[in-house]
Every structure is written in C-alpha cells, then in structure tokens.
C-alpha cells in the first residue's frame, strides 16, 4: 500500500477499502487496543470466540483506513451517530462519510467526500430461506423478477438484490428498518451500475456500483448524487492466521 493509496477521496472518488479479518492471535491483541472502551465491551458480549475476534478485526480495520485517510493515528478516531444512529466521526472531519460492512473473514470500508455512502457484503453460501425472504421483504417488481427466475439461478441473483437493497438503506442511515418493499432495486445480477429511484419526493438522488472486490462474495456500494469513481484499496494485514 504505497503513498498514493491514502488520503482524502476526490469529490468524484470513493475509496473502498477491502480487509482480511482473520489474523494471529497476538496481532488481535494489538488490534484490540486501538478500540474504545465501548468496543471492548460489545465484543466482550459475543459468544463465540471466531464472531468476537471478527468484530474486533473489523473494527480495528475501520480505524486503520479512516486513520490513513485522515492523516491520524487509528486509536485517536471517534464516531458518534447521526439521525438515524448511522456512525459517522465525532467531530466532523473533512466532510469524510464512511461504511463499514463484514461477512465471513471479510471486510469493505466504503469513504467518500460530501456524499453520504453505503456498502454491503454478503456470503452467498451462509443458509437462508430465499423465497420467504423475498415474498416478505422484497417489492413488486422485485419479486416477479427474482421469484421468475430458474432456481439454480435465483439464490445468485437474490444475494446481488439483498445487497444492493441493504447498501441503500445502510447509505440513508436507516437499515434494514428504513423500508425494505419499498426502496426497489434492480434485480439482474449482470447490473454493474445504474440509477436509483427513491420511493420518497424530493429525495437525493443515489447510484448503484456492484464490487466485485471478494471471491465468491456479494457486495454492492451505494452512493449519494450522480456516479462516481470507485477505487480500490487493499488493507495490508501484518500477521494473517
């Protein structure tokens, strides 16, 4: 990770970052310093050890890249949340909007300038009931879509939907809470990047990208205004497991 991978994103940039969450033990416990006092203890309330080392991992990684960013070191970042409790810096910083999603041993930190952004990553081998979800917490269109298609082809193109659903309303702030139905997304798996319609008048508008930045992984950025530059960046993991 040389110089020019660090800094501030571009107006017309988001940085997304990509880390690997399982590491040595000792290097855990090197990460696990550089949280806060209210990290240590939700990671104390995790009960299985693979879970609670992930969370730490994680968060750790979260504060190494906004510390490359900014110009600081990981352990001297603060967050507070917003309207709808999504994290952002505490104070502000630089206008700097940042997301963080983890599945598996991985993680994607999307950054961007004066844009509120969003991401989400999914394993689409973990097991879930495709259809119930679908019918209950998919829209319309949607639903034909997906419900339509062959079955060795929905579960694919299912978890490319659910990301791209949870990306948006991870980047409004709302979560899974903010109105699953009625916030529709393309539902072709092919899609690379397109326009989103919000269901709300006078709502900012957004823009999809699908990440292909994890094999075998789901993962889908959603970002504030028109589109935008998605680059890259790899987090450098010292000790992995």
């Not at 097991?127 to 579960?155: H, K, S």
């Not at 694919?156 to 948006?168: G, M, P, Y």
Request: a neutral charge.
């Amino acid at each position: 990770m040389g110089a020019a991978e660090t800094g501030l994103p571009g107006l017309d940039e988001v940085h997304v970052w990509h880390a690997e969450l399982d590491v040595a033990p000792g290097a855990l416990a090197d990460l696990e310093r550089t949280l806060e006092p209210a990290e240590r203890e939700r990671a104390g309330r995790f009960h299985r050890p693979l879970h609670r080392d992930r969370y730490v991992a994680s968060r750790a990684a979260l504060r190494r890249i906004l510390g490359l960013t900014l110009g600081r070191a990981p352990e001297s970042i603060r967050f507070g949340a917003g309207p709808h409790g999504k994290p952002r810096l505490e104070p502000p910083e630089a206008d700097l909007r940042f997301n963080l999603s983890h599945a598996g041993g991985h993680a994607l930190v999307a950054a961007a300038t004066g844009r509120e952004v969003g991401v989400d990553l999914e394993d689409p081998g973990r097991e879930v009931e495709v259809d119930a979800i679908v019918r209950r917490f998919f829209g319309p269109a949607e639903r034909a879509a997906l419900l339509g298609l062959a079955e060795e082809r929905r579960r694919a193109a299912f978890f490319q939907a659910w990301v791209r659903k949870e990306a948006w309303l991870k980047a409004m702030g709302r979560g899974l809470s903010g109105g699953l139905a009625t916030h529709e997304v393309p539902a072709d798996p092919r899609l690379v990047a397109a326009p989103l319609l919000s269901p709300e008048p006078g709502a900012a508008p957004w823009f999809l990208v699908r990440l292909d930045l994890v094999p075998g992984f789901s993962a889908a950025l959603v970002v504030e205004g028109g589109s935008v530059r998605v680059l890259p960046r790899r987090l450098a993991s010292s000790a992995p497991r």
